[in-house]
């Protein structure tokens, strides 16, 4: 069975660093793609990128490139998403996704990280 | 590159039948077979319903169809059931090898 187990909920502060994390296990994790969606409260689903962790090829929403990084550790079958200053407006809920075999669709939810940024 | 247009809800009674579109560009909904669409119930993770438009993934009830013409998607749901109640969110791989969302529409069951 596909399991993706996010790492739990994060409270920081404005300016602060975070790294949370995105373990798959069920599969071979260099063979798909995995990525990440954003959903802001009460808002909707934000396609935020994806990455390849067989050569950690990436992938950015235009929208978001530049404010988070995104990652992976093959050797222990996990995805990383990360920010190095962190803002109000990212205090989201954060999925991460495994990219199915036809390529395109997340097949496979972890059960989401929230992260809320407050001062 | 813009969210897709999907309507903000939808309603229908017990047994109907509802469609939801999902509107986009040439660049993607338009160009390409890679629509998918999500459920999500309040609280929860997001769930793969169809895939490249109109395959259903193992487990998902035929009730559930996805269809294309044009740069417009949709997702119709035939006899609907209490349990749809939930919200809808299309994507679509786009010309940038990214992916893009709707907005979500919510659908309620009278």
């Known amino acids: 069975e596909v399991q993706l187990v996010q790492s739990g909920a994060e409270v920081k502060k404005p300016g602060e660093s975070l790294k949370i994390s995105c373990k798959g296990s069920?599969?071979?994790?260099?063979?798909?793609?995995i990525g990440w969606v954003r959903q802001m409260p009460g808002k909707g689903l934000e396609w935020v990128g994806i990455?390849?962790?067989?050569?950690?090829?990436?992938r950015y929403s235009p929208s978001i490139q530049g404010q988070l990084t995104i990652s992976a550790d093959k050797s222990i079958s996990t995805a990383y998403l990360q920010w190095s200053s962190l803002k109000a407006s990212d205090t989201a809920m954060y999925y991460c996704g495994r990219v199915g075999y036809s390529g395109y669709e997340f097949d496979n939810w972890g059960q989401g990280t929230l992260v809320t940024v407050s001062s | 590159q813009s969210a897709l247009t999907q309507p903000a809800s939808v309603s229908g009674s017990p047994g109907q039948s509802i469609t939801i579109s999902c509107t986009g560009t040439s660049s993607d909904v338009g160009g390409y077979n890679y629509v998918s669409w999500y459920q999500q119930h309040p609280g929860k993770a997001p769930k793969l319903m169809i895939y490249d438009v109109s395959h259903r993934p193992s487990g998902i009830s035929n009730r559930f169809s996805g269809s294309k013409s044009g740069n417009t998607a949709s997702l119709t749901i035939s006899g609907l059931q209490a349990e749809d109640e939930a919200d809808y969110y299309c994507s679509s791989y786009t010309s940038s090898s990214t992916r893009v969302f709707g907005g979500g529409t919510k659908l309620t069951v009278l």
């Open positions: 990455i390849f962790p067989s050569d950690s090829d990436i």
């Open positions: 069920g599969y071979s994790f260099t063979t798909n793609w």
